[in-house]
């Protein structure tokens, strides 16, 4: 069945607990509409572009309306946002007008794309990770888990760095990088960074996927074919 056709019900994807963990974090733990923190356990994932806007055979119609191409999932990560539970009945079934705000909130997501789904991944690959997370849900009616093992859950997975600031609805321009970095210089896309040990290595706010480590999710920094975050040697697409 075509996701056009599922969409045409307004059925939903079963979100897996590392996809919502990974949206949760690519945002900073923070809520996509008032940008106030969201506690994990309470965070809801929102579609920016609400399911009921779609069904009935209008996603393609929605998708030129918007500018989307034809590939664009209304139930996938690009159109996944972490929200307090509060916000997201607010908003409810209402589509944003299409400019300029939902071209910049498209946008935005965009950007923590790769980000969200290297996190989920790392998780998902960690078995440490994965069973603190399994108990986490579990945890999530009873608080039974500690705040040292949630600091160990977002340990060493990949860290929003931001370049410039924000204004109303100017975009933040963010990258991501292994702890442990610190950005020296930026030219462009290229980001310039240095180690404690003072290792130096190159990565990037693009989202193009080569700039993302196969082995450990984050985006190197690199050193010509090395991933100085894990040693990982990886030759160019």
């Known amino acids: 069945m075509s996701a056009d056709n599922q969409t045409s019900r307004t059925s939903r994807k079963s979100i897996a ?10 945002w900073n733990g923070q809520c996509f509409w008032c940008r106030e923190p969201v506690a994990f356990q309470s965070c809801e994932i929102d579609h920016v572009i609400p399911l009921n806007a779609v ?18 999932d209304f139930d996938n990560y690009e159109n996944w946002v972490p929200a307090h539970a509060p916000c997201n009945r607010s908003k409810g079934a209402i589509v944003i007008d299409p400019a300029p705000a939902t071209s910049i909130y498209l946008k935005q997501i965009g950007s923590k ?8 991944d790392r998780v998902l690959r960690d078995n440490r990770k994965g069973e603190l997370l399994a108990r986490l849900q579990v945890a999530i009616n009873s608080g039974d888990i500690s705040e040292a093992e949630i600091q160990e859950l977002w340990a060493g997975l990949p860290t929003p760095v931001t370049k410039g600031g924000t204004l109303g609805f100017l975009i933040q321009e963010e990258l991501w990088i292994a702890p442990g970095w610190k950005v020296v210089q930026a030219n462009g ?9 003072g290792r130096a290595g190159v990565t990037s706010t693009s989202n193009h996927p080569s700039w993302v480590c196969s082995r450990c999710g984050n985006k190197g920094p690199w050193n010509g074919v090395i991933c100085l975050s ?5 030759e160019p697409d």
């Open 17 to 26: 607990p590392h996809q919502r963990f990974g949206i949760w974090k690519a």
């Open 189 to 197: 896309n290229l980001v310039h960074v240095v180690s404690a040990a």
């Open 113 to 120: 794309i790769a980000l969200a789904k290297a996190t989920a």
């Open 55 to 72: 069904g009935g055979g209008k996603a393609a119609a929605v998708r030129t309306h918007f500018g989307l191409s034809n590939t664009f």
């Open 230 to 234: 894990c040693g990982n040697r990886e």
